[in-house]
């Protein structure tokens, strides 16, 4: 296998930069109060996968926490020195959802600043954690236009048991709300009869064999169309200490973590990857479409 399977198209890659401990998975298990006393991470496993875009000569977006880049500045410039393109991965890590609009404007609101106080750069893309806007968290992208967002890749056209608006455009699109606009980049799927099905990475990256993600950008590649893949600094750490959580949450967490640096660079000669924004700077006209909203009420 060789870049040719993508067809020349430059694929988006992202990382979503947060600790084990933060996983929504692990939320109310341990108290936010006392993340400060766990062991940290994320430093070393992100400079690792700075790293491994080096070696491949990438240059991806790191959606950063804004918990993270408080107490980890120096992270976050050397993400920026690497040619990265940093935004946000708001705050707290509390899904959107389960905020207030207030919360959560003070979530993204903060965030932005710490992240754009650590690099002199302007942040414009931001990530909810688990992908929460949803039909109940649409107001969201209005607190997003007026904090300064001028991209989302918050959505996931597809039926989850956390997140998900299948109906969702599968492919980049503006969304044009009373606040202003907003380029909506969403995850990526392939569509299989009346289905999207998910090869956008992650767990479905780790706990699915690398053919499926493989094949599914392949595919999109060949209707000309870019993939957006997401992976977070934990998923390549197996020697993470174990938390406490159901067999689900366990499965979904733990499963193939010694698997995924082998498999991410194998992705990384097979495909061509860059930055969101130089994705959506390089999207034509037929690429970014423009939409009324979504079948839900807004």
């Known amino acids: 296998m060789t870049q040719d399977a993508g067809n020349g198209v430059v694929n988006a890659m992202s990382i979503d930069v947060e600790d084990y401990f933060h996983v929504s998975v692990f939320d109310g298990l341990i108290p936010r109060r006392q993340w400060d006393d766990l062991q940290s991470r994320v430093c070393a496993n992100t400079d690792r996968l700075l790293g491994i875009f080096a070696d491949a000569d990438v240059t991806a977006t790191f959606f950063v926490l804004g918990w993270v880049a408080e107490r980890f500045p120096s992270l976050i410039r050397r993400i920026a020195d690497g040619g990265h393109e940093v935004a946000s991965h708001g705050y707290a890590h509390r ?21 754009e106080d650590a690099t002199g750069a302007e942040v414009a893309g931001y990530r909810a954690p688990s992908y929460s ?20 890749t918050s959505i996931f056209p597809i039926v989850h048991d956390r997140y998900g608006i299948p ?30 099905l998910p090869i956008a990475g992650g767990g ?24 957006v893949f997401y992976l977070h600094p934990w998923e390549i750490d197996p020697g993470q200490p174990r938390m406490s959580a159901g067999l689900l949450g366990r499965f979904r967490h733990y499963r193939n973590l010694a698997e995924t640096e082998r498999r ?28 009324e909203p979504l079948p839900y009420c807004w």
């Open 95 to 115: 899904l959107v959802y389960d905020q207030t609009p207030s919360a959560f404007r003070d979530d993204v609101r903060r965030a932005k600043a710490l992240l």
């Open 133 to 152: 806007i949803t039909p109940r968290s649409l107001w969201a992208l209005d607190v997003l236009i007026e904090e300064g967002y001028r991209y989302d």
């Open 167 to 196: 109906v969702s455009a599968r492919h980049p699109y503006e969304i044009r709300r009373r606040a202003g606009t907003l380029i909506e980049v969403p995850a990526s799927t392939v569509r299989v009869g009346r289905y999207n």
């Open 204 to 227: 479905y990256f780790r706990i699915l064999p690398y053919r499926w993600t493989h094949w599914g950008i392949s595919r999109l590649n060949e209707q000309g169309e870019p993939a």
């Open 264 to 291: 991410l660079r194998s992705l990384l000669h097979d495909f061509r990857f860059a930055p969101v924004q130089r994705l959506l700077a390089n999207a034509s006209a037929a690429t970014v479409r423009i939409t």
